[in-house]
Structures are given as C-alpha cells and as structure tokens.
Antibody, heavy 121, light 110 residues
C-alpha cells in the first residue's frame, strides 16, 4: 500500500533552517510528481511546492520563493524540502503528497501524516 | 485570503443534502481541473473528487463534483455524522504557476 512518512520537523528559532524528508513506499516513486502542502495551526491548507517526477521542474508559492527548495532522490524514494530563513508565519504542519495526474494537475491522492515545524523565539 | 473562495461553514441535518461552492477565475478553475478534499479532525486531507467530477476508488457515490465556468461545487447526499469535516477545493493557477486551495468549509451535520 502507498505510504508517505514525513520527518525532520521541530522547534527552531527565527532565521534558522530545517530539512524535511518524506519517505515513500508502495508505489513507483520515480514516476510521480510530488507536493508539499502546509497547514498553520487552526488554519486552512496552503500549497507550498511541487516537483516533477524527474526533478526537472519545480514550482513554489510566492511566500517561500528564495527560502525553500524542493528536491527528490529517486534512488532512495525520498522527497525533501529544505526550509531556510524560517519565519514565525512558517509555523505549520507540513504534508507531503503524491499527484495522481500529470504535472500541474493538482490531484493529490495520497498524503503523509505531516511533520510539525514550529518557529518561535 | 485564498485565491479560491469557499463559504466558511455549511450545515444540514442527517440524511439531507448539502452543496459547497468554490469560486475562482479564468486563470485557475476556468481552465484547469478541480479537486476536492475532506479533512476529518486531526487527520491528513483525503482526496474526494478529481478532474472536476471523478471519484477515486473507495469514495462513495454520495459525493459528487461539478464545474461551470469559474466555479465548482461539491455535493454530498445522505449526510452522516461521520461527514463532519473541513472540505477544501484545489486546482492549479496558470498565471501564478502555483497550486491553490480554497479557504475551506466546515460542514456540521446537525
């Protein structure tokens, strides 16, 4: 069965960095585009980033451009999100999700359980 | 505020039908497929509808989706208390080159 397991979250000071990981299993990871989506406490879903199946294309929401980098290692079935220059408004649960369709189809059919990032002084 | 507009809340009695609207523009809903997600309290979102009106395997036909122009609608019939959740619409925005979600709608089954 498809499984996505995030890790790497934690409590950090403003300006610090983290590397989030998402370990995928149960499907051919290298053939699917993947997303990161976040949810601030008590708030709605916010799309963060998308990477194509081969890593050749990346897209970001405006508020994270230049600070976050999405990447993948298809040999290890793992998705990453490097988050730098963290701000208090980056505090959220970060989910990784698989896209069942083509790049930019925005059809997220499997989600991980999420990893919490808390940015606080 | 969100690029896609949803009502903050809707409510209906068990067994009844409810619809949730999602309004956008030509750069998102008007020219791209819409998906709908259900998020039960304390859990990750779950895909309910994709390609405007298709249901993934395992999603009951009580859930339906439609799209007209720059708006989309999620319908739920035969409401159950277990349907109480937050519902989100989502699509791609071709102008922003980014994914977008609605602000979410909290469904209460009275």
């Amino acid at each position: 069965q498809v499984q996505l397991v995030e890790s790497g979250g934690g409590v950090v000071l403003p300006g610090m960095s983290l590397r989030l990981s998402c370990a995928a299993s149960g499907f051919t990871f290298s053939t699917y585009a993947m997303h990161w989506v976040r949810q601030a406490p008590g708030k709605g879903l916010e799309w963060v980033a998308l990477i194509s199946f081969d890593g050749g294309n990346e897209y970001y929401t405006d508020s994270v451009k230049g600070r976050f980098t999405i990447s993948r290692d298809n040999s290890k079935n793992t998705l990453f999100l490097q988050v730098n220059s963290l701000r208090t408004d980056d505090t959220a649960v970060y989910y990784c999700a698989r896209d069942r369709g083509w790049l930019q189809s925005q059809e997220l059919d499997y989600w991980g359980q999420g990893t919490l990032v808390t940015v606080s002084s | 505020q969100s690029v896609l507009t949803q009502p903050p809340s809707v409510s209906a009695a068990p067994g009844q039908k409810v619809t949730i609207s999602c309004s956008g523009s030509s750069s998102n809903i008007g020219n791209n497929y819409v998906s709908w997600y259900q998020q039960l309290p304390g859990t990750a979102p779950k895909l309910l509808i994709y390609d405007n009106n298709k249901r993934p395997s395992g999603i009951p036909d009580r859930f339906s989706g439609s799209k007209s122009g720059t708006s989309a609608t999620l319908g739920i019939t035969g409401l159950q208390t277990g349907d109480e959740a937050d519902y989100y619409c989502g699509t791609w925005d071709s102008t922003l080159s980014a994914g977008v979600f609605g602000g979410g709608t909290k469904l209460t089954v009275l």
